[in-house]
């Protein structure tokens, strides 16, 4: 089954403590990207990539990082989270940035 | 800079009746993508529709229409004949072809009431 899987799907973290959270897709896409989703701001892009070890930074990258070391993995780092980054973060893939994308179900994240 | 302006945050009707969400857009390139998306209350985030900035035909999917107008940059999106699992939020999300990101609107709640 074509798909993106996003985990953990929940987690509550404390500010300073580092977190990963991985993205996967097994659709061959080149294109992945980062989203958080904040109620009233919609969704707004952290980081993006068209391939392997090409990434860019969307509309709000301050504390993340990102890496595409492989074509299907897109993991999210937050080095040092703080309480502003509370939030749901989607990953999502598509074929060169037809623009078509495959959303994986989202992470709740909860830092405090 | 590309923009997307979802003006209507919240929008309730009742089930059966038609309902039109709104889409502005504002680009600098000649060629861009347009998209909607749905959102239903389960959460996940599910495809609609692509458009590119050439075709200008509206397109119909069953209950489901679009009418883009360069003329006054707008991808609007028709609901005819709602029903309660329309019920979502919806947003609408722009691509130029001269930048990879993809921008998104706030989106547009929609309620269909029973």
């Known amino acids: 089954e074509a798909q993106v899987t996003q985990n953990p799907r929940y987690l509550i973290t404390v500010t300073g403590k580092k977190l990963t959270v991985t993205c996967s897709q097994n659709?061959?896409?080149?294109?992945m990207s980062w989203y958080r989703q904040d109620p009233g701001l919609g969704l707004r892009q952290i980081y993006y990539s068209m391939n392997v070890e090409v990434t860019d930074k969307g509309d709000v990258p301050e504390g993340y990082k990102v890496s595409r070391k492989e074509k299907r993995n897109f993991p999210l780092i937050l080095e040092s989270p703080s309480p502003n980054q509370t939030s749901l973060y989607f990953c999502a893939s598509s074929p060169i940035n037809t623009g078509e994308l495959f959303f994986g179900e989202g992470s709740r994240l909860t830092v405090l | 800079a590309q923009k997307v302006t979802q003006a209507q945050t919240e929008i309730s009707v009742v089930e059966k009746e038609d309902v039109t969400l709104d889409c502005v857009y504002e680009?600098?390139?000649?060629?861009?993508?347009l998209f909607w998306y749905k959102q239903p209350p389960s959460g996940e985030l599910v495809f609609l529709i692509r458009r590119n900035s050439f075709d200008e035909q509206n397109e119909i999917s069953g209950r489901y229409s679009w009418n883009f107008q360069k003329s006054t940059s707008s991808f609007n999106f028709t609901i005819t004949a709602s029903q309660v699992v329309d019920s979502a939020v919806y947003f609408c999300?722009?691509?130029?072809?001269?930048?990879?990101?993809?921008?998104f609107g706030k989106g547009t709640r929609l309620h269909i009431l029973p």
């Open positions: 680009t600098r390139d000649t060629t861009y993508y």
């Open positions: 659709m061959n896409h080149e294109y």
């Open positions: 999300a722009l691509s130029e072809a001269e930048d990879d990101k993809i921008i």
